[in-house]
């Protein structure tokens, strides 16, 4: 009879002791969301380090044949109801450092356990090998990979110090600062100021969408002066941290290390002041908190808690609500709940994933989808006061934290804890789908998403062009002025002058907001639109054609962005303060693309060099010139001008120290010379309403100058969709239309996502969902029923076919 102890000794050779650089999970099972919280606590591999939950290890045996586990297993302890809150060091929840949400604290034991018969020897023992005991130390004390991921993303969002800081310049001109009783010199504006650390002025903030705020004097004081830093007045105080520092050159929130020194220049002693104004993060939460923001998230109503397979609720992350609202749409379609549920268990995406599970995308979703729909996760939360007789009403919902890490790792924005786009995530999310089934498309649950687009061009001469793409969401344009209730919103603006000249502002019950026909918007993608400038290959001349567009497939379910997000005058951002009356049932039959028709004739083939060619990217002859003195080769300090987008000298010198072994660092500059697009370019240019890959190719004709792109995209209409500020197209190209599902016009509201506050990038998203019949509101892990779901509201709107 072999012992516990001479079996774990016979299998030492599978043990293995931790390097720093070795990857640990020991807080959530690789395949499921089961934790040492769990009943069956939690199994480290003391081989690979991947955790598993009691049902899943017998798996990672079979497939490994590494016996060795680390068993932990956490029993809640009993603390005293009075118990103080920790100061909180870091914009988080849940994690050191972070908010302290009151959680329940654990206690946790340990076992070696020994596969396949889970042989169990106590840990800590003296009695353990060595190296068992070294192993154990280092699974324990090293910092959890789960636990590390997320705290990169946060400290990643952490201000960081202003590049005008410390050289600052500041102007001598007789201004001292009086400690109160602050006035924008340009307006009677008396809050939202701020005091531009050069000269000491003092001026009124942004305008917002809304027109509340203030009247932009103080940036437009930056453009005409270039005077880089201003401190929110309102926002100093003794501790000097929590003042808001804005760079307008960097355009974000910064730190200011001398901002004592540069706010004693203008007289100001910052210790005898008080905090009086919001932050700019803490004005757009209170802005959030209004009647949008209540009535998305149905708050004030009594919301029946649900609970059960397809209720369960995801964890926010740290702004992750974008994540969680569109999963829980998507996975509430047929299509993905067959794909990664249904037709896949948790044992078959294991065993066809590579060795580190967590970073398989089949893997992770196929564990998403199970987390939310089997029901085994939606239960009743503990209550945190750690009454054993008291039901609760909410549950704990899953953290998608390895799906987060695995769909965000080829997207630098993904992977922070900063907010983002839910229809931008949705596309990228889609594509990566796409990809991951390449090789079984008979598998592939995006298809569903899918359809043709056709695009007709007419021109003057009578002949036409037909152009087709395919798209996975349909981008509509809100038409204001076919507003339903024009009558009642011309008594609204007279109110909401008339209170502006008193100094009053509308209060939110008083706001009439315009209400659009879903209709009106469907007949605004379809209607003609003229197209300046379009280079006629059958007059060989620039003319103004004609644009009409349709569907050539009807995809299983449909995906309709409302456009709420537009560009003013001079790229200011702005959201449509709008309702879309949104039938539960639409026909687009009409819609439908009917391509050539009998007695048209096609334009010509373009004849070679009748049209502008793309301009080649050009570097920038400032960096050239300097990089030249330095003694770099003429043609060298060019090519590294191109291929840093003519950021700066010292980009385009780094880039060249790195690259002076290439082997065609000597070959001449042509059209063909690749050039290395900045993402954040790219994104910003995406960010305006242009398609990715049509941003790219704008930035590499014009040398990586976001200003020059912008024109190159306009001054060439073919090369890109209608624009405003949403990015929506996946601009793949479609020669023909096989393989698309198609099918009748009619389809059913399904779900939708709807964002509450200014920006895509800020605020809060919620999912609505028709689950068995009845709405259902998703926010984050909240899961209930919903009395009363924003359908007039929503960002974006998810229809399925309804099959004749």
């Known amino acids: 009879m072999v012992t516990p102890m001479e079996l774990l000794r016979s299998n030492l050779s599978r043990v293995r002791i931790p390097e720093p650089t070795n990857r640990i999970y020991k807080q959530e099972c690789c395949l499921s969301f089961d934790t040492p919280k769990s009943e069956g606590g939690l199994f480290v591999d003391m081989s690979s380090f991947l955790a598993f939950g009691k049902d899943c290890v017998g798996w990672n045996y079979e497939k490994t044949g590494n016996p060795v586990y680390l068993h932990i297993k956490q029993t809640e302890k009993q603390v005293p109801e009075d118990r103080p809150l920790k100061k909180p060091t870091l914009l988080a929840i849940g994690i050191e450092g972070g908010f302290d949400n009151n ?90 100021l701020w005091l531009n650390l050069t000269d000491g002025m003092i001026f009124c903030g942004r305008r917002n969408w809304d027109g509340t705020g203030g009247n932009n004097h103080a940036i437009e004081h930056y453009k005409e002066t270039n005077h880089p830093l201003a401190v929110k ?76 397979p397809g209720y369960t609720g995801l964890v926010n992350l740290g702004n992750s609500c974008y994540l969680a609202s569109t999963m829980q749409v998507v996975f509430s379609t047929s299509s993905f709940c067959s794909r990664y549920y249904k ?66 790792a080829s997207h630098p924005e993904f992977s922070t804890m900063r907010q983002q786009d839910a229809l931008e995530f949705f596309m990228h999310f889609i594509d990566q789908v796409e990809r991951a089934n390449a090789g079984s498309p008979q598998l592939d649950p995006s298809k569903s998403f899918k359809f043709g687009i056709e695009e007709r061009l007419l021109c003057p001469s009578g002949k036409v062009s037909y152009n087709k793409r395919v798209d996975y969401i349909l981008p509509l344009n809100i038409p204001l002025h076919e507003a ?66 349709g569907l050539t497939s009807f995809p299983d379910y449909l995906v309709l962005h409302m456009r709420k997000f537009v560009m003013e005058e001079g790229w200011v951002p702005k959201k449509l303060d709008v309702y879309i009356d949104v039938p539960d049932v639409i026909d687009i039959s009409h819609m439908r693309s009917k391509g050539l028709q009998p007695g048209e004739e096609l334009l010509p083939e373009q004849v070679a060099g009748s049209e502008t060619v793309e301009s080649s990217p050009s570097a920038d002859d400032n960096i050239v010139s300097q990089l030249v003195v330095m003694g770099f080769n003429n043609l060298h300090c060019k090519k590294a001008a191109i291929n840093t987008s003519n950021a700066g000298v010292e980009e385009a010198m780094n880039w060249l120290l790195s690259h002076m072994d290439d082997p065609d660092i000597d070959d001449p500059i042509c059209d063909s010379v690749p050039l290395a697009v900045d993402q954040s370019q790219v994104d910003t240019l995406v960010s ?15 040398g990586g ?27 793949a190209e479609c020669s023909a239309d096989g393989g698309l599902p198609d099918g009748g016009g009619k389809y059913k509201l399904v779900g939708l996502v709807s964002h509450i506050g200014t920006s895509t990038h800020c605020g809060h998203y919620v999912a609505h969902v028709i689950k068995d019949g009845k709405w259902v509101i998703f926010n984050d892990d909240k899961v209930g029923a919903s009395h009363n779901p924003p359908k007039d509201m929503g960002y974006l709107y998810f229809f399925e076919r309804l099959n004749s």
């Not at 209170?499 to 019950?509: A, F």
Request: with cysteine.
């Open 103 to 192: 959680e329940p604290e654990y206690e946790e034991t340990y076992n070696i356990v020994i596969l396949p018969d889970f042989v169990s020897l106590p840990f800590p023992s003296v009695q353990l090998p060595e190296k068992v005991r070294l192993a154990v130390d280092g699974v324990l004390m090293a910092e959890g990979a789960e636990k590390k991921e997320q705290l990169a993303s946060w400290t990643a969002d952490k201000k960081q110090v202003s590049v005008y800081a410390r050289d600052l310049i500041q102007i001598d001109t007789g201004v001292v600062v009086p400690p109160s009783g602050w006035k924008c010199c340009k307006c009677d504006k008396t809050e939202n």
């Open 233 to 308: 007045l309102g926002t100093i105080a003794a501790d000097l941290e929590g003042a808001d520092v804005f760079s307008y050159p960097e355009d974000e929130s910064v730190e200011d290390p001398l901002l004592a020194q540069h706010l004693a220049f203008f007289g100001i002693d910052f210790s005898s002041l008080k905090k009086t104004e919001m932050t700019t993060a803490e004005r757009e939460l209170d802005q959030n908190t209004n009647y949008d923001w209540n009535r998305i998230q149905e708050s004030g109503q009594e919301s029946e808690p649900l609970f059960g």
């Open 343 to 408: 037709s896949q268990s948790l044992k078959e995406a294991f065993e066809t994933a590579p060795a580190d599970p967590t970073l398989d995308l089949n893997m992770q979703l196929t564990k998403l989808g199970h987390g939310l729909l089997s029901g085994k996760y939606s239960v009743p939360a503990q209550e945190k006061d750690g009454s054993s007789n008291s039901a609760s009403t909410k549950q704990e919902g899953i953290p998608p934290r390895m799906f987060k890490s695995v769909i965000a």
């Open 484 to 549: 339903t209730n024009k009558e009642q919103l011309e008594a609204f603006y007279k109110l909401k002058s008339e209170r502006s000249l008193e100094g009053k502002e509308v209060s939110n019950d008083e706001i009439v907001r315009p209400r659009v026909p879903l209709e009106a918007c469907l007949e605004i993608f379809s209607a003609p639109e003229e197209v300046h400038d379009f280079h006629s290959s059958a007059l060989n001349a620039k003319t103004t054609a004609i644009k009409t567009a």
């Open 688 to 702: 305006f309403g242009f398609q990715e890959d049509i941003a790219i190719k704008a930035l590499k004709a014009s």
């Open 705 to 731: 100058n976001i200003e020059k792109a912008t024109d190159w995209i306009f001054s060439n209409p073919d090369a890109s969709a209608p624009s405003d500020m949403d990015a929506t197209s996946s601009g």
